[in-house]
């Protein structure tokens, strides 16, 4: 049983991608209580699609990818900017973000499919966990040390904003300013987590793990704590699974992660259940 | 004595064209308690978030004394929000420190002491969203007094509030502006008004301002808003009732 259990991370390769999985679930679960919150889960997911034709890009021409994502997030940021600006009138904000989102979806697969396109792109969509390297891994590093510091300087006033925006300016603090620095670490967050768990499942990594905490803590220092543990937790039994029962790593993490906020939202509503007598 | 807030013709606006609020003096002094009287969108929001600095005066002049601070609506805020009553208190303290730095023991002593102050020594742990909507109002309270403001503007604080929550958060208005508070509240209730020190009456600019009997006439009201208003059959003809129309309120009223 200790030996199946400690079977699959004798290899470098995998040892790399349990740091790797490991490293995502601190930021995703950390960060992720902030996106929840915020309600910034369609942002996240617009800005990780709208990204693609970037990583196609970079792949095509043989650059790194942090290169080409950072390109893609940049242009995808720009886009869903204007297309909020735009979508005022008849046409919703969202649906404007959605037209624009998908166009530049639509333009990555375009590419991708093209067949100049190398093999292994479809890396760039579900990722490719195990091959992860050690600048990956370095990038991840980085990626959780800016990510905390950053949560944690700006904690307080992340929560008075968050809480309640009229009275955090009457407390004379800059809500745009706030806003700004969450979408910019979700930013950074999907172009490293991209890497590894690919341009549809790194939304995933950010918003699941978070929502399930939120069913079962009511203070964001658990909140947080509950949703790294989910994270990790469905992170290496996501490679558990892709190593004994052979399937794709990414999609493993993904459906444990959607599995693992089934289970919360289970666990909360028996809780409610037989709390709802008591009151 | 002193006044806390004094204004002289001021008006405030959001950007360029017609101020959203003209006209307004008044005064403010230390044990006052005032009812600002007007309609949504009259210029009540505008001018709390002119004396709290949010707003420039377009014209006019605005002298404070001591800070001011706010107590929104309690609906305002999200009650699906995972904070202690404590922890918005301690919200409170963030203007008084350096951007960087996390509450020290003693921002937590005083925000304890704020919650105790407005009988909430108990609920500090509880998470908000589960308070009842007098002890959100009070936990707003307790969030203003820890800032130290000599000023509290208060937005419609009695809203949706039940005649036992309602008693005892006027019995704690009355202790705080007995300490040398100055308390301004914005409300649609005419009778509270009459209770209190003095009445400001506000519609796009200054309608009224003076003690209730002498101010609150049937002009005045009228003016206030908008005709809106009908007199009510009373027993005594010689004081009849005044009532608003329409009689609900938009929680939303945003001044523009």
Redesign the interface.
């Known amino acids: 049983m200790l030996h199946a259990l400690a079977d699959p991370f004798s290899q470098a390769l995998m040892q790399r991608a349990l740091a790797e999985v490991l490293l995502l679930a601190v930021v995703g679960g950390t960060l992720g209580c902030w996106v929840v919150l915020g309600g910034l889960s369609y942002g996240a997911e617009s800005l990780a699609h709208g990204m693609f034709p970037g990583l196609v890009l970079a792949a095509l021409a043989g650059v790194p990818l942090l290169l080409g994502g950072a390109a893609g997030i940049l242009v995808a940021a720009l886009a869903i900017a204007l297309a909020g600006q735009a979508g005022v009138g008849r046409v919703g904000r969202d649906d404007a973000v959605a037209v624009a989102v998908t166009t530049l979806f639509g333009l990555g697969a375009l590419l991708a499919l093209s067949p100049r396109a190398p093999v292994g792109i479809q890396g760039l969509l579900f990722g490719d966990v195990l091959s992860t390297s050690g600048a990956d891994l370095l990038a991840g590093g980085a990626l959780v040390a800016v990510v905390l510091l950053a949560l944690r300087l700006a904690h307080w006033r992340l929560l008075a904003v968050g809480f309640d925006r009229d009275g955090a300016r009457a407390l004379g603090l800059r809500s745009p300013a706030l806003d700004a620095l969450l979408l910019g670490l979700v930013a950074l967050a999907v172009l490293v987590a991209v890497q590894g768990l690919g341009n549809l499942l790194v939304v995933a990594v950010l918003v699941a793990p978070a929502a399930a905490a939120r069913l079962l803590t009511d203070r964001l220092a658990p909140m947080m704590a509950v949703a790294v543990a989910v994270g990790a937790a469905a992170g290496i039994g996501g490679l558990y699974l892709s190593y004994y029962v052979r399937i794709a790593a990414g999609a493993s993490i993904a459906g444990l992660l959607v599995a693992a906020y089934l289970l919360a939202r289970a666990t909360s509503s028996i809780r409610k259940g037989s709390a709802a007598p008591a009151h | 004595m002193s006044a806390l807030v004094a204004t002289a013709a001021l008006s405030v606006g959001y950007g360029a064209g017609r101020p959203a609020l003209a006209d307004v003096t008044f005064d403010l002094r230390a044990g006052e308690r005032i009812a600002v009287l007007g309609p949504n969108g009259g210029g009540k929001t505008t001018l709390f978030?002119a004396l709290?600095?949010?707003l420039r005066p377009s014209s006019g002049a605005l002298a404070l004394d001591g800070r001011c601070?706010?107590v929104?609506q309690t609906e305002?805020?999200?009650l699906d929000?995972?904070?202690?009553a404590l922890?918005?208190v301690?919200?409170?303290t963030?203007?008084a420190r350096a951007?960087?730095r996390?509450?020290r023991r003693a921002d937590r002593a005083d925000a304890r002491a704020a919650l105790a102050r407005v009988g909430l020594a108990d609920r500090a742990e509880r998470?908000y969203g589960e308070l009842s909507g007098g002890q959100r109002q009070r936990v707003?309270i307790a969030?203003a007094l820890v800032?130290d403001a000599r000023t509290l503007l208060l937005d419609e604080p009695f809203t949706g509030l039940d005649a036992a929550s309602a008693a005892r958060l006027e019995a704690l208005l009355a202790e705080l502006a007995g300490e040398g508070r100055g308390v301004l509240i914005a409300t649609h209730d005419l009778e509270q008004a009459r209770r209190w020190d003095r009445v400001l009456c506000v519609n796009g600019r200054q309608v009224a301002f003076g003690e209730p009997a002498a101010t609150l006439t049937h002009e005045v009201l009228a003016a206030t808003y908008g005709g809106a208003i009908v007199t009510l059959p009373g027993e005594d003809p010689a004081a009849p009732h005044h009532a608003i129309l329409p009689p609900h309120h938009h929680h939303h009223d945003h001044a523009h």
């Not at chain 2, 929000?81 to 202690?84: D, G, I, N, Q, T």
């Open positions: 978030r709290l600095g949010e601070a706010s929104p305002r805020s999200r929000f995972p904070v202690s922890d918005v301690l919200m409170g963030l203007p951007w960087w996390r509450p998470t707003l969030r800032q």
